[in-house]
């Protein structure tokens, strides 16, 4: 058993910031980050991918240049956690043994979930943009439509970046109008949820915005099976009494955000929740149960919207309770569940969705957050790649906290 002060599994966007921030604050922090991947994603960038405006090659860096200086990367997958001895198995047999565990890996996407999907993606109009080897496909899809049916579908799980689903239709809207195509086109938007966005003051907002390009709305509608070759969707739709009917449509395109859950070995470890995240704490991140884990970003449980806006916060909350921890001392940093959402509503065009726990909107900027906005597209296609490079994922927002708190 090979044994480290600190273990980080997962190097996204929530291990790597956390990783940088631990070693900017104690440069000689024993730190091993577990990764089994060569490539690190900007994922937030794939909608305007799907939607050709970004090149896929941009959003991603090889993870030798992303990882922290000073971590030592241990290239492998986590196979198996053991908390009550402090080990973790790897999939390649190794064990390795911490103080602190910092639980990172992000959720999986769960293809097998949608019979039929797994062999439909790809092919035959059936895109989407939450894969990186299947964002530019969208791109393609889009500039192949020539009028018909397009739809989109969300999930009834939690999902990262709620707001996803819909930007591509708009931004697909957006392209059909352009294009002189809207006439002979339908749009449909199928979320498999009762509400198109969680926060109650986003929906009219958005309702208009569908509105405005004759996008139809259908909630409560989940996506049970593809049949790529035929082009047919089949939903379930589940009515206010809970009764279910099966509804099948034919499509020229079809982009789907597949169900999500937590990785297996997480969901079948001792240290989930019984939705399968990590259970922890959402004001400290620390678990419920084992005080020397902790837990951030898509894998947790943290009851807020899953982005990499929210890892922002999170981090520096996470670093600081961890340092706190390994000296012993009671837990202070708090995360207040900042979450933010960029909608893209058009080519040119964002509202930005920032809110807390509770729901609660919160603007960092004094603009309207409920007015799509030219500069906020700025932000989010030039502005917030480098911004996530070379800031968060470098662990300087950590700085910032750390001088608030001290
Ligand atoms: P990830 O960044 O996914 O990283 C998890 C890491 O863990 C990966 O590197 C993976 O290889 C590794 N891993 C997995 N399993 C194991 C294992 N068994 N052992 C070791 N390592 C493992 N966020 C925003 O803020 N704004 C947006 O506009 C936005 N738009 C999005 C649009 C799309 C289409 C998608 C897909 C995401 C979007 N997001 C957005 C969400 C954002 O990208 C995620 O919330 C964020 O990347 C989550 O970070 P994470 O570190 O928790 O997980």
Same mark, same amino acid.
């Given at each position: 058993t090979q044994e480290h002060q600190i273990v980080v599994v997962g190097a996204g966007a929530a291990g790597t910031s956390v990783a940088a921030s631990l070693l900017r604050q104690q440069p000689g922090l024993d730190v091993a980050i577990v990764e089994p991947s060569d490539i690190h994603y900007y994922q937030p960038a794939f909608t305007l991918v799907g939607g050709g405006a970004y090149s896929l090659a941009k959003t991603a860096r090889p993870q030798a240049q992303t990882l922290p200086t000073g971590a030592r990367w241990v290239r492998a997958a986590v196979a198996d956690l053991q908390p009550e001895k402090n080990t973790l198995t790897l999939s390649d047999g190794r064990t390795l043994g911490y103080q602190i565990l910092v639980l990172a890996p992000g959720l999986k996407l769960d293809w097998d979930a949608v019979d039929g999907l797994r062999e439909a993606i790809g092919r035959n109009g059936v895109c989407s943009n939450y894969d990186p080897s299947l964002a530019e496909y969208t791109w393609q899809c889009l500039q192949a439509f020539r009028g018909g049916k397009a739809l989109f579908t969300q999930p009834s799980t939690p999902i990262k970046c709620a707001g996803a689903p819909q930007k591509i239709a708009y931004l697909a809207a957006d392209y059909v109008r352009r294009k002189w195509l809207a006439d002979n086109s339908k749009l449909k938007f199928y979320s498999g949820g009762s509400a198109l966005f969680s926060v109650a003051d986003f929906v009219p907002p958005l309702t208009q915005v569908a509105k405005r390009y004759n996008v139809a709305l259908l909630m409560n509608h989940n996506l049970i099976a593809v049949n790529g070759a035929r082009r047919e969707a089949t939903f379930r739709f589940t009515n206010s009494a809970g009764e279910t009917t099966d509804v099948t449509e034919t499509f020229d395109m079809l982009h789907v955000t597949p169900p999500q859950c937590a990785p297996d070995f997480i969901r079948n470890s001792s240290l989930a929740n019984e939705g399968g995240w990590v259970d922890v704490d959402q004001h400290t991140l620390q678990h419920v149960r084992h005080d020397n884990v902790f837990s951030l970003g898509d894998a947790s449980s943290l009851p807020t919207s899953k982005t990499a806006a929210a890892i922002r916060k999170q981090s520096p909350v996470a670093a600081a309770n961890i340092l706190t921890r390994l000296a012993d001392k009671p837990l202070e940093a708090h995360y207040d569940g900042y979450t933010s959402c960029p909608v893209v509503t058009g080519y040119g065009k964002v509202m930005l969705a920032e809110f807390i726990y509770g729901g609660k909107v919160t603007p960092t900027? =004094?603009?309207? =957050?409920f007015k799509e906005s030219r500069f906020y597209w700025q932000v989010k296609k030039r502005g917030l790649p480098p911004f996530y490079f070379d800031y968060m994922l470098k662990g300087k927002e950590g700085d910032l906290a750390h001088k608030a708190i001290g």
């Open positions: 900027l =004094p603009l309207s =957050p």
